[in-house]
């Protein structure tokens, strides 16, 4: 008799634990064993189990592990982390599973050194990579969500997700006691008020919530230039702010206009050439309608704002025009204006800023691209390819996540089509015309720092630290797929070109003007796409995400919604037409629990760069996977002391902070 060791271990989650009878059956080029019980697997949390398996003769060249649950009395979800077995050779041999498993279907494990598909030649693997694909295309299929914006998961709720990729336990019900407890913790279930429209800013101040010190700052410096200028660099959208090297024709900003804003010897044509203007122009906004709020009228400006970086390395707004067409009753305002002229025109923008960033910088190009990378990682590529290995940590809990994404914020009854300046054919609108601006070069940030001029406007934080960890993400990819490819193997390997056809084809929609790679030719082109993705689901993510509370917490920076109408004069806005534009109470309270909510961090959440499952098990990747973590502990440090001289901090691209997916 030849026999097999074999261990199975339990994943620790909560709930890993198994109520079921497992068989295992190990299937090889020879042959494959009986199917035999794991014997009173009693199924706890991190527990693992040994037995052996015995067989007539060798099983030959070894493949496979097929797990099966039987229930015995009602059907049991099992998460199994890995199967080793040990060949009576002395071989140890990984299988690495971290899957929930059921009854209904049996589990086919392969050994876990990684491999390309046309370097498989032994029958039985060739036929468990088409029966692996197989089962995802299944498991996971395409919807439409709208015919101009990235194709979805069918899922109508998380919980007709395939239980591998759904939420853990623990963070599933810490995510329902955050969304539960959010307005208590801040204290908002005691504020009370009469008339649900705010009389006075001291009546905002009297909401407590839990405030950051960072909100405190803000609170603080929310009127100023310094800080309103500040925030296109290093608030939650760094992603609009471009140089000016030429005014927009729309945007009829003259010498005199702005001459005081300026150094006295020079002139606005003097410092566009010397690339220290710079513009945001919201122009994706023009024509779209307001929503009614509790039946009142809601107002959507499309903004463009010119800025001035000084010599005294400040950016300051010198001129804001809140239509997009230049008429007598569109006038161009000037921090030269009265007080609150000036305030007012920078409400509006910052409305404009928050439509842009929560729907198209933050859903569109993190979300709803994460999981276009998703399922085309889950549906294309067998689990024993190394593309598949190196990403899986990065799409962790991003199905889910998005699913309760449209229907808790941008469905018809969510909180956007409720309680914000779009509504919910506004924001559709916006989507669709942010989709077709999309490009490849807009999700690589050096390209993108380039296009946008921003290599050296000073203070730029996001830049600074963006382009180091894109960086150590891209040295990180490189080590690890050079490893695997030559210009050959990319060329020639089926699952990695239709993984990115159906990108194309799902996530930009096979528009040609995106600049988007059609296939692969060279290792190179691979690893910069692939770096990123891996950027946009992580720091990007973090980028746009974790600062949300912060920034939004006190309303009059952040305006959901802006519930006048954009002023036609100059001298008619008065401290009280200020307040009169802010959201309403109860969609003040509302946005700030939701901020809350998105800025909270999960106790079941891996850092970038900290794998908690063993996919890889050759030496070389695994030396890179450590080298990647050294490079960002090193970072890491660096953020931290630059930090400390800084008046207002910027750690949202501390790598500590940047989870390895989009999972909030």
Same mark, same amino acid.
């Given at each position: 008799?030849?026999? /097999?060791?074999?261990?199975?271990f339990?994943?620790?989650?909560?709930?890993?634990?198994?109520?079921? #009878?497992?068989?295992?059956?190990?299937?090889?080029?020879?042959?494959?064993?009986?199917?035999?019980?794991?014997?009173?697997?009693?199924?706890i949390?991190?527990?693992?189990?040994?037995l052996?398996?015995?067989?007539?003769?060798?099983?030959?060249?070894?493949?496979? &592990?097929q797990?099966?649950?039987?229930?015995?009395?009602?059907?049991? /979800?099992?998460?199994?982390?890995?199967?080793?077995?040990?060949?009576?050779?002395?071989?140890r041999l990984?299988?690495?599973?971290?899957?929930?498993?059921?009854?209904k279907k049996k589990?086919i494990?392969?050994?876990?050194?990684a491999?390309?598909?046309?370097?498989?030649?032994?029958?039985?693997?060739?036929?468990?990579?088409?029966?692996?694909?197989?089962?995802?295309?299944?498991?996971f299929?395409?919807?439409?969500?709208?015919?101009?914006?990235?194709h979805?998961?069918? #899922?109508?709720?998380?919980s007709?997700?395939?239980?591998?990729?759904?939420?853990?336990?623990?963070?599933?019900?810490e995510?329902?006691?955050?969304?539960?407890?959010?307005?208590?913790?801040?204290?908002l279930?005691?504020?009370?008020?009469?008339?649900?429209?705010?009389?006075?800013?001291?009546?905002?101040e009297?909401?407590?919530?839990?405030?950051?010190?960072?909100?405190?700052?803000?609170?603080?410096?929310w009127?100023?230039?310094t800080?309103?200028?500040?925030?296109?660099?290093?608030?939650?959208?760094p992603?609009m702010?471009?140089?000016?090297?030429?005014?927009?024709?729309?945007?009829?900003?003259?010498?005199d206009?702005?001459?005081?804003?300026?150094?006295?010897?020079?002139?606005?044509e003097?410092?566009?050439?010397?690339?220290?203007?710079?513009?945001c122009?919201?122009?994706?906004?023009?024509?779209?309608?307001?929503?009614?709020?509790?039946?009142?009228?809601q107002?959507?400006?499309?903004?463009?704002?010119?800025?001035?970086?000084?010599?005294?390395?400040?950016?300051?707004p010198?001129?804001?025009?809140?239509?997009?067409?230049?008429?007598?009753?569109?006038?161009?305002?000037?921090?030269?204006?009265?007080k609150?002229?000036?305030?007012? #025109?920078?409400?509006?923008v910052?409305?404009?800023?928050?439509?842009?960033h929560?729907?198209?910088?933050?859903?569109?190009?993190?979300?709803?691209?994460?999981?276009?990378?998703?399922?085309?990682? +889950?549906?294309? +590529?067998?689990? &024993?390819?190394?593309?598949?290995?190196?990403l899986?940590?990065h799409?962790?809990?991003?199905?889910?996540?998005?699913v309760?994404?449209?229907k808790?914020l941008?469905?018809?009854?969510?909180?956007?089509?409720?309680?914000?300046?779009?509504?919910?054919?506004?924001?559709?609108?916006?989507?669709?015309?942010?989709? #077709?601006?999309?490009?490849y070069?807009?999700?690589?940030?050096?390209?993108?720092?380039?296009?946008?001029?921003?290599?050296?406007?000073?203070?730029?934080?996001y830049?600074?630290?963006?382009?180091?960890?894109?960086?150590?993400?891209?040295?990180?990819?490189?080590?690890?797929?050079?490893?695997?490819y030559?210009e050959?193997?990319?060329?020639?390997?089926?699952?990695l070109?239709?993984?990115?056809?159906?990108?194309?084809?799902?996530?930009?929609?096979?528009?040609?003007?995106?600049?988007?790679?059609?296939?692969f030719?060279?290792?190179?082109?691979?690893?910069?796409?692939?770096?990123?993705?891996?950027?946009? &689901?992580s &720091?990007?993510?973090?980028?746009?995400?974790?600062?949300?509370?912060d920034?939004?917490?006190?309303?009059?920076?952040?305006?959901?919604?802006?519930?006048?109408?954009?002023?036609?004069?100059?001298?008619?806005?008065?401290?009280?037409?200020?307040?009169?534009?802010?959201?309403?109470?109860?969609?003040?309270?509302?946005?700030?629990?939701?901020?809350?909510?998105?800025?909270?961090?999960?106790?079941?959440?891996?850092?970038l760069?900290y794998?908690?499952?063993?996919?890889?098990?050759?030496?070389?990747?695994?030396?890179?996977?450590?080298?990647?973590?050294?490079?960002?502990?090193a +970072?890491?440090?660096?953020i931290e002391?630059?930090?400390?001289?800084?008046?207002?901090?910027?750690?949202?691209l501390?790598?500590?902070?940047?989870?390895?997916?989009?999972?909030?």
């Amino acid at each position: 008799m030849v026999k /097999y060791t074999v261990e199975v271990f339990t994943g620790d989650a909560f709930t890993a634990g198994n109520a079921n #009878a497992v068989f295992i059956k190990l299937i090889g080029t020879k042959g494959s064993s009986e199917p035999q019980i794991l014997d009173r697997f009693t199924g706890i949390p991190g527990c693992s189990k040994t037995l052996t398996v015995s067989c007539k003769e060798s099983l030959g060249t070894f493949f496979l &592990v097929q797990l099966e649950l039987k229930a015995l009395v009602f059907e049991d /979800y099992w998460f199994c982390s890995k199967v080793i077995v040990t060949e009576p050779e002395g071989r140890r041999l990984l299988f690495p599973c971290h899957q929930w498993l059921s009854p209904k279907k049996k589990a086919i494990l392969r050994e876990a050194t990684a491999n390309l598909s046309h370097k498989d030649t032994e029958e039985i693997a060739i036929r468990h990579r088409r029966e692996d694909a197989a089962r995802k295309r299944e498991d996971f299929r395409w919807s439409v969500y709208d015919s101009e914006m990235p194709h979805i998961v069918q #899922a109508d709720s998380a919980s007709s997700l395939p239980y591998e990729i759904r939420f853990s336990f623990t963070k599933e019900k810490e995510f329902l006691y955050t969304l539960l407890r959010a307005s208590v913790d801040l204290e908002l279930n005691n504020f009370h008020h009469p008339t649900n429209t705010w009389n006075s800013m001291e009546e905002l101040e009297a909401l407590k919530r839990n405030v950051t010190g960072t909100h405190e700052y803000i609170k603080k410096h929310w009127m100023t230039d310094t800080f309103f200028g500040y925030q296109f660099l290093n608030s939650l959208n760094p992603m609009m702010i471009k140089r000016c090297s030429k005014l927009p024709k729309n945007f009829p900003v003259t010498n005199d206009m702005v001459k005081s804003s300026l150094p006295k010897e020079s002139s606005l044509e003097k410092e566009m050439e010397k690339g220290n203007i710079f513009l945001c122009d919201y122009a994706r906004l023009d024509g779209i309608e307001g929503n009614v709020i509790d039946g009142k009228q809601q107002y959507v400006a499309a903004p463009l704002c010119l800025l001035f970086s000084n010599p005294q390395s400040k950016l300051l707004p010198i001129a804001i025009q809140l239509k997009q067409k230049p008429e007598a009753e569109n006038p161009i305002f000037l921090p030269t204006d009265s007080k609150h002229d000036w305030l007012l #025109a920078k409400l509006f923008v910052r409305n404009a800023d928050f439509n842009e960033h929560g729907l198209n910088f933050h859903l569109l190009r993190t979300h709803l691209l994460a999981e276009v990378f998703t399922m085309a990682t +889950l549906r294309t +590529l067998p689990s &024993v390819h190394p593309l598949f290995k190196l990403l899986f940590p990065h799409i962790r809990y991003t199905l889910q996540i998005n699913v309760l994404a449209r229907k808790q914020l941008i469905s018809a009854d969510g909180v956007f089509a409720k309680h914000s300046a779009l509504g919910h054919k506004g924001l559709t609108t916006f989507l669709k015309r942010a989709t #077709a601006s999309l490009t490849y070069s807009s999700l690589c940030l050096p390209d993108d720092i380039k296009e946008r001029g921003l290599e050296n406007i000073p203070h730029c934080y996001y830049r600074d630290d963006g382009l180091k960890l894109w960086n150590i993400i891209h040295k990180f990819v490189h080590g690890v797929l050079a490893h695997y490819y030559t210009e050959r193997d990319v060329q020639e390997d089926t699952e990695l070109q239709t993984w990115l056809t159906e990108i194309i084809e799902r996530g930009f929609l096979k528009k040609d003007n995106s600049g988007i790679p059609k296939s692969f030719h060279t290792v190179a082109e691979l690893v910069k796409f692939v770096t990123m993705l891996i950027f946009t &689901v992580s &720091v990007q993510h973090a980028a746009v995400n974790n600062g949300q509370f912060d920034f939004g917490a006190w309303m009059p920076n952040f305006p959901t919604t802006i519930k006048i109408p954009p002023p036609t004069r100059k001298g008619q806005a008065t401290a009280d037409s200020v307040v009169a534009a802010l959201p309403d109470v109860r969609s003040t309270l509302k946005w700030i629990a939701l901020f809350h909510l998105l800025s909270k961090k999960s106790s079941d959440h891996y850092p970038l760069g900290y794998y908690p499952e063993e996919h890889f098990i050759e030496a070389v990747p695994l030396q890179k996977m450590e080298q990647f973590r050294k490079d960002l502990k090193a +970072l890491e440090g660096e953020i931290e002391a630059r930090n400390k001289n800084l008046e207002l901090p910027y750690d949202y691209l501390n790598p500590k902070n940047v989870d390895n997916s989009v999972d909030i």
